[in-house]
């Protein structure tokens, strides 16, 4: 996803598939109903992506059919971790970022209340810094 970063962006943050969902998944291939699933999470997992940088969050949802998502830092109006029990013990989960216009992306990811915080951390940064850029620009008129 570094290819696509835009001019003055840095990749803060992004999405690891965690070790014990492969664990878990392998598991699942043991019984013959269980095969299919594994494969659709597996291939599911492999190919959605999530990114933060210092002024966005982007990324892919989907297999056959995917959804792009590109989200300014100040339109995130929220970003919530959802741990089953089994997720809860292995540390691993969903992380969903809502917008403005009240659409969501959710994706599997290790940690995800370690991810949800680092969400915030960077969106209190970039406002910060908004906050000095208009200080500056009201200065200098």
């Not at 995130?76 to 917008?99: A, C, F, H, P, R």
Request: aromatic share 10%.
């Amino acid at each position: 996803m570094s290819n696509d970063l835009r001019k003055g962006e840095q990749e803060l943050a992004h999405k690891v598939i965690p070790m014990t969902f492969w664990i878990g998944e392998a598991l699942r291939c043991f019984t013959l109903i269980g095969i299919p699933f594994a494969a659709l999470r597996v291939v599911s997992a492999l190919t959605n992506s999530f990114v933060v940088t210092n002024k966005r969050v982007f990324g892919k949802v989907g297999l056959f059919g995917t959804s792009e998502y590109d989200i300014g830092l100040d339109r995130v109006t929220s970003v919530k971790s959802i741990q089953g029990i089994l997720g809860k013990m292995l540390n691993y989960g969903y992380i969903e970022v809502t917008d403005q216009s009240g659409d969501f992306y959710r994706v599997l990811c290790s940690a995800p209340t370690q991810l949800k915080k680092q969400v915030f951390e960077i969106q209190d940064k970039y406002k910060e810094e908004q906050v000095v850029n208009m200080a500056k620009a009201m200065k200098a008129s």
